[in-house]
């Protein structure tokens, strides 16, 4: 019935090539990571071993491991989410469930995304102002969890508030005619539909407060430090910093230990990424309705 | 039926969204132990007249409500607690809802949101309500399976019997045949007859003839407001006051 015109060639061909040409882009994408992660384990894959990640660092931090900076990282980014997570979901919570659409709320909103535009520099600016002098918590883990916890909180609350939204609005009014409060509704109904997406969104701002260096530089991250921290009003090494410090401030050091910090620190945000969308895979297969 | 006691009572009712007008000026009384139909064609008005009544203006930006509405002894209007207010009615909407939980939970949760949480006495409850919504047959043996993926007509039965779970004085459904087949309608109207004796019932249909099966009385709205209201019989043998009624219910229009 419909005979193959010469527009209809030319249409397929113009179709095909743009195909292709989206394809290459994403092939593009690739290659980075790639060749990223190849140099990394190249050049730095010999020297991880259980004594790199789990003894402290010697001789002017030319030689031995890299724990207190491992251990640190993990506490800095621990007490971070403590505090980041509880808060981000609340105001998330108020902000798709309560929040009536007034002039108010939409303040609200912009300084939320603007947050999320700070540079991390100017973060840790107001770390050092606010955590480290005004409420006086010295340079600590403390103060550089809670900038890191500043930096992250957009992020937390655009992603749980895009998850809770994304829960039907006629499954609440069922509910509201039911004669259940807005909070009841919320926790039989809205949230646990929502805590999936909630939770994939915080695993992936563990990935990303993993590798800050800026926020936490001036506020409780220590140059050198070879043991662990006891407290958090205790300064720490972290893995970030150490990066830097070993590429950059120390004289002699052999070349694969920069490279096998910063595999370190790669895998460990690789690793929860994939957590993440192991995730998620996992709970799209669940999906109730 | 007239000697029934008021039910439900509604005064000057107006609604607008915004500054367009869905509802203006209606006055009319539900009785007790009646079921009460409402006909009329698309954006006459019917559903936000049912969403006046359980207060649900609150939820809906850019609704407004002006009128009055007792609700038994209740001022709607004036009611500090609409959640309890809306616990003594149930709704039941034409697109149905079933939320993304087990069927037992979907129609145990407004027993358990009131309190109740005895097991024995919630798998009373969730078979009653579910024989009653004419479920319990095609899902007793798998109360364990999720609300939401049923079939659109079983949906809106389990909407139904959730709206039974809350053992309301009045029972509000719109529209519930829209996504349920004709058998499954037929079984749900003999049910409906039955509940009449327990509560009051405000049938909101878009099948003229359906208001005729059930109905005591029917109101007829049309353009926001209510032509008229009269005994169901009386209306479809031709005793009405205007010329519109008969043309609707004769289908010359809708």
Redesign the interface.
Known sequence: MFSTTQLNERNQRTQGLFRLLFLMMTWLLILPVLIIVSTLIYKGGSIISADFLFTVPTDGMTAGGIFPALFGTVWLVGVALLASVPIGIAAAIYLSEYAP?NWLTRVINLAIINLAGVPSIVHALFGVGAFVIFFKFGTSILAASLTLAIMTLPVVIVASRESLQAVPH????????????RW?TIR??VL??AVSGILTGVILEVSRTTGETAPIMFTGAAFYLPFLPESVFDQTMALSLHLFVVSTQVPNVPEALPYGVALVLIAMVLIMNSISIAFRMYLRGKK?? | MSSQPVKIEVKDLSIHYGNTPALEEVSLEVREHEIFGIIGPANAGKTSFLKAINRMDVFTTGMNVAGDIRFGDIDVHKADNIYALRKRIGVVFPLPVGLPMTIYDNVALAPRLSGITNKGDLDVIVERCLSRAALWDEVGDRLNSLGSLLSGGQQQRLTIARALSQNPEVLMLDEFSIAVDPVTTMRIEDVLKELKSEMTIILVTNLVQQARRLADRTAFFLEGRCVEIGDTEAMFNGEVQHQKTLDYIEGKFG
Request: aromatic content about 16%; glycine content about 4%.
């Open positions: 659409d006629a499954f609440r009014e069922a509910c509201w005619n039911m004669g259940a409060t009841q039989r109904v646990p539909n109730k309705w």
